[in-house]
């Protein structure tokens, strides 16, 4: 139930771009499965799709486009129906080979930094899900055959490789931050445990891209997390408990503490709240604590998830929904979101699920 503000998908739907001083841009190279004789080049208007060229191409499926275009930003090449998504510079000489069968249809790239970085994207994005896949295959084997010993080394197997992947991602960002196309893939990473990488490509596209009306999405999903970052005191909550008495986040203090964004309408909370039933009794002996802010409306229904789940732990709401002033105040754009402090109450994680949390109690609390 993440809410995300960026995605090919919207960004497919409508663009607005740097305007710079109009230079030559060359793009050649060879198209396969192309739906008809002509390669059409457009780049994005939120209003329209203004054409920009149309080429012939081939009979081997080569293609060359040259003209002026004004503006950095986003673009497509169409054959027929099939849309490729590009990232254009005034004045840049391309070389590209592309698939039009293909959902991401970039194969091989030369003269555009933008256009290298997508598609390196897209083959490391590939190369994990194969793994991933992999592992996830050989989990639901054993599970039709019985076998579940080795469930729990998958299951860590896999949330390795997914940290693994994300990592990944985040390092291809980092090596070139000013890069357009990361509005594209910052958005791939999980928001809280990558906060360094959105504030990383906001700082760096903030001087020439300040008017695109993505960049300020992106800002705005920014400035509510710079006071909850990893290693700042969390602020505090003071909420009503299920009896009416206000309990305080920082009377917590000295012991680990999840802060559990959750509601009972939410089904993926719902879900994990086995899970996290299963760490909390493993460690609540030990210095472990939860604070679960609900984002519920009825009272009832707020109540009754807590005893039907067996949540023995603090539980807190002002029953306002997604005007809950906790999760305001915590930056949440989505349920479950989980946020661990350090017995001082400083944020260690954000937005970790139950395994991830249960390997890090395991070695706080030994």
Known sequence: MRKYLLSILILCCGIVVTAQKSEKIKISGSAKNNKGAKIVLEYFDFHNNPKIDSVDIDKSGNFKIVSNINTYGFYRLLSGDSKILLVL???????????????????????????????????????????????????????NQGITE???????????????????????IKLKPNLLSNLIFVEHLPFANYFWAYDTVCTSLKDNFSDNIFFK????????????????VAPDIALADTNGNIIKLSS???????????????????????????????????????YAVSLDRSRDGWINAIHKDNLTWFHVSDLKYWESEAAALYG???IPFT????????????????????LILESVLK
């Not at 992106?218 to 909850?228: D, M, T």
């Open 252 to 290: 917590l203090r000295g012991k680990y503490v999840l802060i559990d964004f959750w509601a009972s309408w939410c089904g993926p909370c719902r879900r994990e709240n086995p899970n996290l039933v299963n760490v909390y009794n493993k460690y609540k002996d030990k210095g472990f604590e939860i």
């Open 332 to 334: 949440v754009k989505g």
């Open 339 to 358: 946020v661990l402090l350090d017995p001082e109450g400083k944020i260690m994680n954000k937005g970790i699920r139950s395994q991830e949390l249960d």
């Open 150 to 172: 080795h469930n729990l080394s998958l299951q860590e197997d896999f949330a390795k490789t997914e940290k693994d992947k994300f990592d990944a991602f985040a390092e291809i």
């Open 89 to 143: 510079k005034p004045g840049e000489d391309i070389k590209i080979d592309v698939d039009f069968n293909e959902a991401f249809g970039l194969l091989k790239s030369k003269g555009s930094d933008e256009i290298s970085q997508m598609i390196e994207f897209k083959k490391t994005e590939d190369d994990y899900k194969a793994i991933l896949d992999s592992i996830y295959n050989l989990f639901q084997s054993y599970n």
């Open 217 to 232: 999405e992106l800002q705005k999903k920014i400035i509510p997390e710079k006071h909850i970052n990893i290693g700042q």
